[in-house]
Every structure is written in C-alpha cells, then in structure tokens.
C-alpha cells in the first residue's frame, strides 16, 4: 500500500465517513448510515464464519486502499469477512427495514443475525434486502462473506489488477460504496424511471411499488408547483409548460415529490427526486454532416477521460468534497463532458454532474481474459482495428458465463443510472476488453434506452454498429475518418505525461504516452496538438473528444491535475483559451 494522501484524506472521519445521503434520486426524510468502523478477516475458502476477526477496517473504503485502515491484497484463495453490530435508529419503530449496500465486489452471501439474508454477483451495480424478519430492537449483527479473484477469473472488473503496473490499478476487493439503512411501510416505492420529452414538453414517470395505493404527485420549478395531483403508477405523463432545458450552460433541474397514500389519504411512503428536461441525439449540421446534438441542436462535446481513482481511497473517492472538485474543476477549465472510463461510480457522483453541468459518456466495465494476442490486442494500435468480435476465442470471451454475466450487468447498470440527467451515451464494450456481438448489443442497447446515444466499440474494433464512428489515437496523428453516416468522435487521445516528485504514486515506474520534463514544454505540446490537429477537423466533421485524462493513476501521469489533485499541470490558461475555440 503506497501513502500518497490528497487534501482531503486527514479530513475524513473513520466512525462515519460519506455521511450524505447516497441515492439522490429517490431520498427519503428517515435512514441510517453504517459506514465507519467494520471488524474485517482474510482468509481461506472456508464458509465458516470465523471465529476470531483479523481487525478493523474502516467501510466503504476497500482493504488495499490507504484510507481502509488494512493494506492488505484480497487473493482467488481468499475469503474476505466483515462485521458490524448495530441498534436500529428510533424513526424505525413500526417500520420494515431495508438493507442496502452501494456496491460489494464481485460475490458476497450477507448475514444478519447469523442468518443469510440474500446473496449477490456484481461489483458495481447497488443491491438491497429486507431484513425486517431478522433484526431485534436491541444488537444486531452484520456480516459479509465475499469473494473476489479480480484479474484471476471473468468476471467484470475493469481495470483491476491484483498487481497493479502501466494502466492497470490496484484491485478493490469487497465493500466500496455505501452500506445503510431505511425504514419503509408495507407498501412503499422500490423504484421510479423518469424519461423527460422535450419534444412534447413532458415527462413520464413510472412508479415500482407493491400493494394497492393511490400515487401523488408534485413538481416544482424552483419554488413554483407546476403540477400536483394523481398520476398512474405506469407511464404517467406530466406536462412541462414553458419548459426549461438543461444543458451544460444551464443545468437547470426540476423537483419532484411523490407520495402513497391509503384509501383514507394517510401517507404510507414519501420520496423525493429531480430530473432535467434535455434530449442526447444524433443529426445533421447545416453541411449535412452527422453531429452529436443536444436539445435537437449540433452540440460539441469536448470531454475528459474520468478513471475515477484515488490515491487514498482507490475506486473510493474520500468524500464528497472531493467527488465535487473533480467536476467543477474540468468545467472550469471549459470542458462540458467527461467519459466515465470502465467504472460505474457513487450516484452521488452523477448527482454532481447533474447539479453541476458536466455531460457524462458512461462505460460499461468489462472482463474477461486480458487481449494480449497480436490481432486483436496488437494490430489496433498501428490503425487496423476491423477483427470481427464473434470470434469469441480471438477476444478471449469464450465461456458463455462470461458473456451472460456482462449483459445482465450491462443493462442492471442501465436501469441503475437511467434517472440521471447528464449521461448522454452509453459505451458496451471499450478498445475490445470483453467485447462482443458489439453491433448486436449496441442495437439493443439504443433499443433499450433511445434518450441516449451509444458508442457500441469505443476506438478499437469497429463493427459497423451505433452510433458513432470511434477512434482512440495516442502518438499517430489523428486523422478523419470517412463519413459513414455516423458523427465521427475521438474518444481517446493526447496522454501527454508530466512526473512531479512527491505527487506521484511511484516515480521509478511512471508511464506515460509522451513524457515532458516541466510545465511550459508540456503546455506547449498541448496548444500544438489542439491547434494543429484537433481544431481544424471540428469544421470536417469530428464531433467529440476525450482527452486522457483527468487525473494521474498510480503508474500513469499523464492527467491534467496530479493523483493526489495537488496540483494542475499544464498552464490552466492555455486549457481555458483553447477550450474557448472547441465548439461549432
């Protein structure tokens, strides 16, 4: 375990640390949150709770990250345990209560009380259970087995490796996100979908609840009620006069409070969201060229690859301060969107973007074995990227359980994000981890969901599928590609790669695509590539970009603000004048 801190770490509090409230689009007045101080123990494949713990670790910070407490690496011969004991806070008194975990990776068997409540595959999308049969007024007991092989087995797990090198980082094994507690009525709502239609000046809302009850509805402009009455539980369609669309300029929200009341108007649940009126689509310029467009306009998006990695907290960002200064600060530097690079994160994270105005292009995270064959793995990096991926032993995703796994996973991602205002495009499958069936999926997926685009093989091997023409391209000149009725993007490129000692997660090992030796050379890298190969192309055709990347990652320095977001490394008004220049 490398101690390379950031601004926030010492700040962090070990008996409750993430305090806020974790699901913002469906809160409730009432919960508990049981972050902080877990007993925790490694070890065999034994499924026998154990008898004696190794010690403490502090949740949901994973036990090889700094800020856990452990600094300890979770094998496939490993059993990682937690355990908690807890009282139910007084607002459950007469309640059903609701367990739920953020996001456990990758297997894990919960227990309350000595027994098994629910068991759960998938290491970033949120689960829940009722426990209300299990626990008492007085102690309770937690307890977690999970199972985690990382880069040992298939599964989903993007860029985790048990022994991290070059772009590839250190596993994060069990509890990363927060786990907590609700109390909710018999008949309470599990779930809403909100599909804004600017088109219509409407939105249609749909309510998951059991039981019968008679749903209400109130929306709000600011503190103007531009609707309140019953709505259907199904498809309701609430008009939007004079609507108010968001956009990065604008990120204008609208709130929404809904209620389940009784035949004698007594309020069983109460719950509040939000949600923008914006439309992401695919059109035409003026010149007839294919443009990503947003609210039926050409829209440029000029993004940021978003690993989403900390120095001290891993996939775990130390708090929400620090969730926040990674967007704002990119949009500050003039970016309006970030490409969500193989993780999925906290909702609160897509809250900020929300709130904020910051587009997101979301990666599904991928699994399989690592493509390290001369086709597939070697052949893109020199332009020629049309292997076709229903090969699947060339992509090394030849067990079925590895291909079932990731589009159950991929759509329980989609239905987990649906709600959120700023993500524009959906990404199946990136430089080929994983992939296949592309054209298939991607169809499906624009079926599935059509208020987004999708990017059905972002940068490698193409197959012809939705939406867009996708190229990756670090140290070759970027080129344009040929107009094949797609809006062409860059989803990847620059990596211009700076070292500063004492912010870097090991100075013996960096990697970068292109290394500087200081800051002026590094900006002035930056301009010319801008302004001489990505500027002049906005007019031919390129619709987006996604420079790499935000920040540093362990070995990686080629971000814009060091790991430990001490410090900007390219001249920040070079960044802003540039990014003044990156629109139609």
């Known amino acids: 375990m490398i101690e390379l801190k950031t601004r926030w770490t010492e700040n962090v509090n070990p008996d409750c640390p993430l305090p806020e409230y974790p699901r913002p689009q469906l809160v409730r007045k009432d919960w508990q949150n049981l972050n902080g101080r877990f007993e925790y123990a490694?070890?065999?494949?034994n499924e026998n709770i154990p008898e004696k713990f190794d010690g403490e670790i502090i949740v949901p910070f994973a036990p090889e990250c700094y800020l856990s407490g452990v600094g300890r690496t979770v094998t496939e011969n490993d059993y990682l345990w937690y355990r908690k004991k807890f009282v139910l806070d007084s607002c459950f008194n007469g309640k059903n209560v609701i367990l739920n975990f953020g996001a456990v990776d990758w297997k894990c068997v919960v227990y309350v009380n000595g027994k098994v409540v629910t068991e759960h595959q998938g290491g970033y999308v949120p689960f829940?259970?009722?426990?209300?049969?299990?626990?008492?007024?007085?102690?309770n007991e937690l307890i977690l087995r999970v199972y985690d092989p990382t880069d040992a087995y298939w599964q989903d797990r993007g860029k985790q490796v048990r022994e991290s090198k070059g772009f590839w980082y250190t596993a994060t094994s069990g509890i990363w996100q927060t786990v907590w507690l609700e109390p909710v009525s018999d008949v309470f709502v599990k779930k809403?979908?909100?599909?804004?239609d600017i088109d219509n000046s409407s939105v249609k809302i749909s309510t998951d609840y059991d039981g019968e009850a008679t749903l209400k509805a109130i929306v709000k402009d600011g503190d103007t009620i531009i609707f309140a009455g019953e709505i259907e539980r199904n498809d309701a369609v609430i008009n939007i006069k004079e609507q108010k669309l968001w956009s990065p300029e604008n990120p204008f929200l609208y709130d929404i409070a809904l209620a389940l009341c009784d035949e004698n108007g007594n309020i069983l649940d109460a719950v509040t969201s939000y949600f923008?009126?914006?439309?992401?689509?695919?059109?035409?310029?003026?010149?007839?060229i294919p443009r990503l467009c947003l609210n039926n306009k050409p829209y440029f998006q000029n993004g940021l690859l978003d690993q989403g990695y900390w120095s001290d907290g891993g996939l775990t960002a130390p708090c929400d301060e620090a969730m926040i200064y990674d967007i704002q600060k990119m949009k500050e530097l003039g970016f309006n969107m970030l490409r969500k690079h193989i993780k999925i994160e906290p909702h609160r994270w897509y809250y900020h973007c929300d709130r904020l105005g910051m587009i997101v292009w979301q990666d599904m995270v991928c699994g399989a074995e690592k493509i390290d064959n001369f086709v597939v793995g070697f052949l893109p990096n020199i332009g020629i990227r049309k292997a076709k991926d229903s090969n699947y032993n060339l992509f090394r995703v030849a067990p079925e359980e590895c291909r079932v796994e990731h589009e159950k996973v991929m759509y329980e991602t989609i239905d987990n994000l649906y709600n959120f205002t700023s993500i524009g495009c959906w990404v199946p499958f990136n430089e080929a981890w994983g992939q296949f069936d592309a054209k298939r999926i991607g169809t499906e997926v624009k079926a599935y969901d059509p208020s987004r685009v999708v990017d059905h093989a972002s940068g490698w091997h193409d197959q012809g599928g939705p939406e867009i023409n996708s190229m990756h391209r670090y140290i070759l000149p970027v080129t344009m590609r040929k107009n094949d009725g797609r809006p062409f993007a860059l989803t990847e490129f620059g990596g211009y790669s700076r070292k500063i000692e004492n912010h870097m997660w090991n100075d013996k090992k960096s990697f970068g695509y292109i290394m500087f030796k200081d800051?002026?050379?590094?900006?002035?890298?930056?301009?010319?590539?801008?302004e001489k190969q990505i500027i002049p192309k906005i007019s031919k055709g390129l619709s987006a970009t996604v420079y790499t990347q935000v920040s540093d990652v362990e070995f990686e320095v080629n971000g814009i603000l060091t790991y430990d977001r001490e410090l900007v490394k390219i001249d920040e008004h070079t960044i802003k004048q540039i990014n003044s220049k990156m629109k139609y």
């Not at 829940?128 to 102690?139: A, C, K, P, W």
């Not at 800051?519 to 801008?530: D, E, G, P, R």
């Open 192 to 196: 809403i979908k909100i599909t804004p």
């Open 42 to 45: 490694i070890t065999g494949l």
């Open 519 to 530: 800051k002026a050379s590094l900006t002035k890298a930056y301009k010319n590539l801008f």
């Open 276 to 288: 923008g009126m914006r439309k992401f689509s695919v059109g035409y310029d003026d010149k007839r």
């Open 128 to 139: 829940s259970v009722d426990i209300t049969d299990v626990v008492t007024d007085g102690e």
